[in-house]
């Protein structure tokens, strides 16, 4: 079935500097979604993507969903140690069928 | 106050005992769903449902049952043949939106460790 890779699994990163992690499937997905889960908490929903190509963008946040609807990515400029936490991909499988897989996630630290 | 309450928080218990753990949402959601964290394998699903009475497995529903009596409530029943229980479960909720899926609201968890 479809699968998503998250990379990279872990970054650290230094107060100021930007990350990115990336959300690739091998077929083609009918949307995406991105949740972030703070350290002991539970995952929250930060934003879907649904057409090819769309951007969306949150304050220093931006989610892209790539042309071919296979890939998708999250952009923190200047990153804040309020960013801390595990990013969390998933897509919906299609169909009548409302579950969603979640991609293992990109653990992402900041030292202030 | 909507929302998703999970209890315990914390859960302790002895090999070979079933443990009910539980999950209630007031956001009138039609679909429910529970999951499985462990460390570095993000999240996994264990059951869903979608509508009262009715309910389906998930990709590691080996060990575990559930039940669905009413909207508001969805029990997760880790049952002594599973064999690693210990873990984060994570009980989430969403609406049915057209063909396109409802983002999905999680409530606190319960991490159950069994000694």
């Known amino acids: 079935g479809q699968q998503v890779m998250q990379i990279p699994q872990y970054q650290h990163v230094q107060e100021g500097e930007d990350f990115t992690t990336y959300c690739n499937s091998s077929t083609t997905l009918s949307n995406i979604q991105w949740y972030k889960q703070r350290p002991g908490g539970h995952p929250v929903f930060l934003i879907q993507l649904v057409k090819s190509g769309e951007v969306k963008k949150q304050k220093r946040l931006t989610f892209q969903f790539g042309e071919a609807k296979k890939n998708s990515s999250l952009h923190i400029t200047a990153t804040q140690t309020t960013d801390v936490g595990t990013y969390f991909c998933?897509?919906?499988?299609?169909?009548?069928?409302?579950?969603?897989?979640f991609g293992k996630g990109t653990l992402l630290t900041v030292n202030p | 106050d909507g929302g998703i309450t999970q209890s315990p928080k914390y859960l302790f218990r002895k090999e070979g005992q079933n443990v009910t753990l539980s999950c209630e949402q007031n956001l009138n959601h039609d679909a429910m769903y529970w999951y499985r964290q462990d460390p570095g394998q993000g999240l996994r699903l264990i059951y869903y449902?979608?509508?009262?009475?009715?309910?389906q497995k998930g990709d590691i529903a080996e060990g575990y049952s559930v039940s669905r009596e009413k909207k508001e409530s969805f029990p997760l029943t880790v049952t002594s043949a599973q064999k690693n229980p210990t873990a984060f479960y994570l009980c989430?909720?969403?609406?049915?939106?057209?063909?396109?899926?409802?983002?999905?609201?999680f409530g606190p968890g319960t991490r159950l460790t069994v000694l």
């Open positions: 989430a909720s969403s609406g049915l939106a057209g063909g396109l899926t409802d983002t999905q609201y």
């Open positions: 449902s979608q509508i009262v009475n009715d309910f």
């Open positions: 998933a897509y919906h499988s299609g169909g009548s069928n409302y579950k969603l897989t």
